[in-house]
């Protein structure tokens, strides 16, 4: 062999391509940068798109449960409240101190509400509800405790009717301190399920609970 066709990896021609040294420091500012990127994105999702809240207490039982966790499609992007969707608002009666509460849209503005308290059926523009997602019939009235609204009542505009699933166990649009509730403290739509409570019998999760809920 040709000795002086070999070259040693010491000996390239000065024109031979070097290593850029700052190749590396280049990679670093990139990923950097793909991770301060990254970072605002989830924040812009989280904060004006997207948020998470947990439900405190069994109001919208058995659709939610005590400590859920669910994602919320912010009320920015959701656009206005339809009627069966689940929403989470705040709410200027006292007790709540502007807490946010979860509850389902009966009716939307120009929509009348009748209740039938003792067969405990609701009713939407003289329709009857067909309601598969309540624990039990609506009785309650909050009437008993001179707290409750006069039947039938049409919602204005800009406002939604409200109420839980658990209808004889939640504080919702029949209670007069909430009433009717302005389109303007609904905070968002529930999308789903990400974490259900656990039992606070067993301590126990529901893995199945998981996912978009209706």
């Known amino acids: ?51 998470m809240v947990s439900v405190d207490g069994s109001s919208m039982y058995p659709t939610l449960h005590h400590s859920d966790y669910l994602a919320l499609l912010s009320s920015t992007i959701c656009g206005d409240p339809e009627p069966g969707d689940i929403v989470v608002m705040t709410v200027p009666a006292e007790e709540f101190q502007n807490e946010p509460i979860v509850k389902r849209v009966i009716a939307t503005e120009g929509q009348t509400v009748d209740i039938d308290f003792n067969a405990g059926v609701v009713y939407v523009d003289g329709v009857a509800l067909d309601e598969p997602y309540t624990y039990e019939p609506t009785y309650v009235s909050f009437q008993e405790i001179g707290e409750g609204l006069e039947y039938p009542v049409t919602v204005p505009e800009g406002h939604i009717f409200v109420l839980g699933d658990n209808r004889n166990g939640s504080s919702d649009s029949r209670y007069a301190p909430i009433g009717m ?15 259900p409570g656990a039992d606070e019998d067993t301590g126990k999760r529901d893995w199945s609970r998981i996912g978009g809920v209706s």
Do not use: S
Request: aromatic fraction near 8%; glycine fraction near 4%; charged fraction near 30%.
């Open 1 to 51: 062999m040709n000795e002086e066709a070999r070259q040693h990896p010491e000996e390239l021609p000065e024109n031979a391509p070097k290593k850029d040294e700052k190749n590396g420091g280049f990679e670093l500012y990139q990923l950097l940068r793909d991770m301060v990127y990254t970072l605002v994105a989830v924040t812009i999702v989280f904060v004006f798109i997207i948020r």
């Open 181 to 195: 509730v302005d389109e303007r403290d609904v905070l968002g739509k529930v999308l789903c399920i990400l974490l």
